[in-house]
């Protein structure tokens, strides 16, 4: 019996995800700290090509400017977003730009990372589709800061400094294994971590 193929639908959910991301690794990638000031919402992936040990696999995969994995991905949506509260005029905010400009003030609370080392790709995009891209191109690649740093990038409550994911000075709150709260990256993170995200792209 003959088996028709599927008809391909252009507006299925996954189909119009992949179409953002597509258009996101199109994006020529900016070292962080050259970034100036835009406006819009969007998605964005970030790379690392420092010099830390044990993301050296990270570094590898990446050099050339190959940029083929990246170590956190991530969405800025417009003002009220959340709410369900959008104006229309929220492509004239600045979204984008401020969240990786957080980005930014914690990676440098970290001792052994600096923020040149980063290296971004970011794509402006309708407020209605940011969602669809980021979880697709998170599921695409797992990205390790995804997986082990909760909350990246937004204020964290409380004084007090640890470490997270081997980095001394990230805020407390980025903590999400309790592994990494005592030592460092540890060997599971560091073998099935980023040796798997990497050996996976």
Known sequence: MEVSPPI?????????????????????????TELRRFEGAGVYAMYYSGAFDLYEPLLMANRENAWRVPIYIGKAIPAGGRKGAVSEDHQSEPALFKRLTEHQKSIVQAANL????????????????????????????????????????????????????????????????????????????????????????
């Open 114 to 201: 600096e923020a040149a080392d980063f290296f971004v790709r970011y794509l402006r995009v309708d407020d209605l589709w940011i969602p669809l891209g980021e979880r697709l191109a998170i599921n695409r690649y797992t990205p390790l800061w995804n997986y082990f740093l909760d909350g990246f990038g937004n204020h964290a409550p409380g004084k007090g400094r640890s470490r997270a994911c081997g980095h001394s000075g990230f805020p407390l709150g980025l903590i999400s294994d309790s592994s990494f709260q005592n030592g460092g990256l540890n060997e599971r993170a560091a073998v099935c971590g980023v040796g798997h995200l990497v050996a996976a792209a």
């Open 8 to 32: 391909f639908n252009p507006l299925d959910r996954t189909n119009l995800a992949t179409a953002v991301v597509n258009a996101l690794l199109e994006q020529e990638p900016i070292r962080l």
